[in-house]
Each structure stands twice: as structure tokens, then as C-alpha cells.
């Protein structure tokens, strides 16, 4: 068994900060690549960054420059600060691993259950 556990949503004003983790654990034998998607009602799921085992990043145009990705090999964990929220930010938000289990010999995405991020006065 394999699970993706996110923390760190909330509600925050605009301009405010938050920052998200991410930990997958369970019979895990190599991650490639994890990253962050989100989900605002009515719209379809975006990328929101992702990172790869050895550090190359991607953002979507619309949080470059305010969200930075990052990972932890060792402890099987992404992060995602973000800075200078904004209101069109608010979304539920999803960790994403590209990882092969133990026993098997080929990679699968997993998901995490998702966290409310809500950016609001």
C-alpha cells in the first residue's frame, strides 16, 4: 500500500503566505517525478508544479515567480511555499508522485486526498 498525506492548507488573506508538505509512504522503492496540482469548483484539474528526482522544476504560468516547489528524497516529501496569494488561487490542492512500488516493475501516479487552499479577506 501506498499513501500521499498533504498538510498545510488553510485560509489566508491576499498576499499572505502558506506552505504545503506532502509525504508518501508504504512499499515504495523510486519516486521520479512529484508535484502539486489543484481543482477550483467548475474548473478542471491544473498543474500547479512539479519536481524531479534530481531538482529540474516546472510551474504553471500563473504562480512563477510566487510558488516555489521543492523536495525532500531522503524523507519522500514535496513541498509548495507560496507567496503572494491571490484570491483566483483558492482551490482544493493534490499531491501527485510518479513512483514504482516495491515488487513491481513499473510506475504508476498516485494521489493524495487533497487540501483546501482558501484565499480570502
Known amino acids: 500500500q501506498v499513501q500521499l498525506v498533504e498538510s498545510g492548507g488553510g485560509l489566508v488573506q491576499p498576499g499572505g503566505s502558506l506552505r504545503l508538505s506532502c509525504t508518501a509512504s508504504g512499499s515504495i522503492a523510486s519516486i521520479r517525478a512529484m508535484g502539486w496540482y489543484r481543482q477550483a469548483p467548475g474548473n478542471q484539474r491544473e498543474l500547479v508544479a512539479a519536481i524531479t528526482s534530481g531538482g529540474s522544476t516546472n510551474y504553471a504560468d500563473s504562480v512563477k515567480g510566487r510558488f516555489t516547489i521543492s523536495r525532500d528524497n531522503a524523507r519522500n516529501t514535496v513541498y509548495l511555499q507560496m507567496n503572494s496569494l491571490k484570491p483566483e488561487d483558492t482551490a482544493v490542492y493534490y499531491c501527485?508522485?510518479?513512483?514504482?512500488?516495491?515488487?513491481?516493475?513499473?510506475?504508476?501516479?498516485?494521489w493524495g486526498q487533497g487540501t483546501q487552499v482558501t484565499v480570502s479577506s
Open positions: 501527485n508522485a510518479d513512483l514504482r512500488r516495491r515488487g513491481v516493475f513499473t510506475f504508476t501516479d498516485f
